[in-house]
């Protein structure tokens, strides 16, 4: 009897295992429904690809503006130069300080007691040493003869006149030096603003002096419009900007690579409609052995005369260049016709027969000439205090 109790619950259990077999496998087939992704996905692949934004890599895109006056800078304080009037005997320490041996070394010579062939040849000598040019030299050197020789012995103060009056008269003492910026009246037309163009190889400072003469004839009491006809470099006409901020004077500028004929037209525009007394156009540094550059420049000046007439071409020559400043200067009288020369640079190294020689050369005065890089740095040419600055202070000679 216990056998069969025991092979019922055998039985009982196998057959409950066996259901259970059966069953488990339906679970497996039925797994629960996944849940949802919660990675997000990452951005579409379109993002990706975009184009960067233009802004940051794109090249600025060209302003085609049309020349646009730039109003004065109203955060900029305005300074009130210096008037013009003296400023070359104020500078004269500078140019002393390389003109020295020119006029030292002659006193010396002359005050010889006995001046031989040999002292005059050292006469010439110096003369040309110091950029004074052949022709020029050669003048002076008989015109010291023929005095000397009157003189007999001398002291040294007549040896002192004796040199001032000759390099006098070879600098030109009656030479018209004015500089032409006061406007004018032509055949009834209403008035207009006098124009001034400055010329020149590149940074002999012109547009150092188109700042510097602004300022002076700020200083004077006048108006003035500056032209940024150098559109070669945008920063030529942030440079004239600068200068013209300074003083308060208005900047006319075209964008870079503009025609310079068309900026410089549209100052003297603005000149005439400001009603200012003063145009002042800076032009692009140029070589003179390049004929395309001289043309261009050929081509302002008769653009802008078209307006009116040019009231001064004035070339600007760094003094220190010496002989190759005539060359340069033979070329670009020649496009244009120069009316008057800045000599800039003198309180370096220049050599101030150089003076002598370019007015020689052009038959052209210089005007104006540039003392250092200050700002009020720049003097109009008074031909006797180059020449006490070139022969030093008579008390010091002495002395
Ligand atoms: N020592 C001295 N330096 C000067 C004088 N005039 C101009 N300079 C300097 O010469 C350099 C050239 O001057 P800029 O006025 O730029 O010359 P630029 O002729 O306009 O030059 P480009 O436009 O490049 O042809 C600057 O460093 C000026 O400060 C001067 O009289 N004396
Ligand atoms: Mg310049």
Same mark, same amino acid.
């Given at each position: 009897?216990?056998?069969?109790?025991?092979?019922?619950?055998?039985?009982?259990?196998?057959?409950?295992?066996?259901?259970?077999?059966?069953?488990?496998?339906?679970?497996?087939?039925?797994?629960?429904?996944?849940?949802?992704?919660?990675?997000?996905?990452?951005?579409?692949?379109?993002?990706?690809?975009?184009?960067?934004?233009?802004?940051?890599?794109?090249?600025?895109?060209?302003?085609?503006?049309?020349?646009?006056?730039?109003?004065?800078?109203?955060?900029?304080?305005?300074?009130?130069?210096?008037?013009?009037?003296?400023?070359?005997?104020?500078?004269?320490?500078?140019?002393?300080?390389?003109?020295?041996?020119?006029?030292?070394?002659?006193?010396?010579?002359?005050?010889?007691?006995?001046?031989?062939?040999?002292?005059?040849?050292?006469?010439?000598?110096?003369?040309?040493?110091?950029?004074?040019?052949?022709?020029?030299?050669?003048?002076?050197?008989?015109?010291?003869?023929?005095?000397?020789?009157?003189?007999?012995?001398?002291?040294?103060?007549?040896?002192?006149?004796?040199?001032?009056?000759?390099?006098?008269?070879?600098?030109?003492?009656?030479?018209?030096?004015?500089?032409?910026?006061?406007?004018?009246?032509?055949?009834?037309?209403?008035?207009?603003?006098?124009?001034?163009?400055?010329?020149?190889?590149?940074?002999?400072?012109?547009?150092?002096?188109?700042?510097?003469?602004?300022?002076?004839?700020?200083?004077?009491?006048? +108006?003035? #419009?500056?032209?940024? &006809? !150098? /559109?070669?470099?945008?920063?030529? %006409?942030?440079? =004239?900007? $600068?200068?013209? *901020?300074?003083?308060?004077?208005?900047?006319?500028?075209?964008?870079?690579?503009?025609?310079?004929?068309?900026?410089?037209?549209?100052?003297?525009? +603005?000149? #005439?409609?400001?009603? &200012? !007394? /003063?145009?002042?156009?800076?032009? %692009?540094?140029? =070589?003179? $052995?390049?004929? *395309?550059?001289?043309?261009?420049?050929?081509?302002?000046?008769?653009?802008?005369?078209?307006?009116?007439?040019?009231?001064?071409?004035?070339?600007?020559?760094?003094?220190?260049?010496?002989?190759?400043?005539?060359?340069?200067?033979?070329?670009?009288?020649?496009?244009?016709?120069?009316?008057?020369?800045?000599?800039?640079?003198?309180?370096?190294?220049?050599?101030?027969?150089?003076?002598?020689?370019?007015?020689?050369?052009?038959?052209?005065?210089?005007?104006?000439?540039?003392?250092?890089?200050?700002?009020?740095?720049?003097?109009?040419?008074?031909?006797?205090?180059?020449?006490?600055?070139?022969?030093?202070?008579?008390?010091?000679?002495?002395?």
């Amino acid at each position: 009897m216990e056998f069969v109790v025991l092979g019922i619950v055998l039985g009982v259990f196998l057959v409950g295992a066996f259901v259970a077999f059966l069953k488990a496998p339906t679970r497996r087939e039925l797994p629960p429904a996944p849940t949802a992704p919660t990675i997000e996905a990452p951005p579409a692949t379109e993002a990706a690809t975009e184009a960067p934004p233009a802004l940051e890599t794109a090249a600025p895109p060209v302003v085609e503006t049309p020349v646009a006056q730039t109003p004065l800078a109203e955060t900029l304080v305005v300074e009130t130069p210096p008037p013009s009037a003296g400023r070359m005997v104020r500078l004269r320490s500078r140019l002393a300080r390389s003109q020295g041996t020119l006029g030292k070394g002659l006193l010396a010579l002359l005050s010889r007691d006995d001046i031989d062939d040999d002292t005059w040849d050292e006469v010439e000598e110096t003369l040309l040493t110091a950029d004074v040019g052949v022709a020029a030299t050669q003048q002076i050197v008989e015109n010291l003869r023929s005095q000397v020789q009157v003189l007999g012995a001398r002291t040294p103060e007549q040896v002192r006149t004796l040199l001032r009056d000759q390099l006098l008269v070879a600098i030109g003492q009656d030479v018209d030096r004015t500089l032409h910026t006061l406007p004018h009246r032509e055949d009834g037309q209403p008035e207009r603003p006098a124009v001034v163009l400055m010329v020149g190889v590149n940074g002999t400072g012109k547009t150092t002096t188109c700042g510097k003469l602004a300022r002076a004839l700020v200083g004077d009491g006048r +108006t003035v #419009v500056l032209g940024a &006809a !150098d /559109t070669f470099r945008a920063a030529a %006409a942030d440079q =004239l900007a $600068t200068w013209a *901020g300074r003083v308060g004077a208005s900047v006319v500028r075209g964008p870079e690579g503009a025609d310079p004929a068309s900026v410089a037209f549209d100052a003297v525009k +603005t000149g #005439v409609a400001e009603k &200012a !007394d /003063t145009v002042l156009v800076d032009t %692009a540094g140029r =070589l003179h $052995t390049k004929q *395309g550059l001289m043309d261009e420049l050929g081509k302002v000046k008769r653009v802008v005369e078209r307006g009116g007439a040019v009231d001064e071409v004035l070339l600007v020559l760094d003094a220190t260049t010496g002989q190759n400043g005539l060359i340069q200067a033979r070329v670009f009288a020649e496009v244009v016709d120069v009316t008057g020369i800045v000599l800039t640079k003198l309180d370096g190294t220049a050599k101030g027969g150089i003076v002598i020689a370019v007015q020689r050369e052009l038959g052209v005065p210089v005007k104006l000439v540039g003392l250092g890089e200050g700002a009020d740095d720049l003097a109009p040419f008074e031909a006797e205090a180059f020449v006490d600055a070139l022969l030093g202070d008579p008390a010091e000679a002495a002395a």
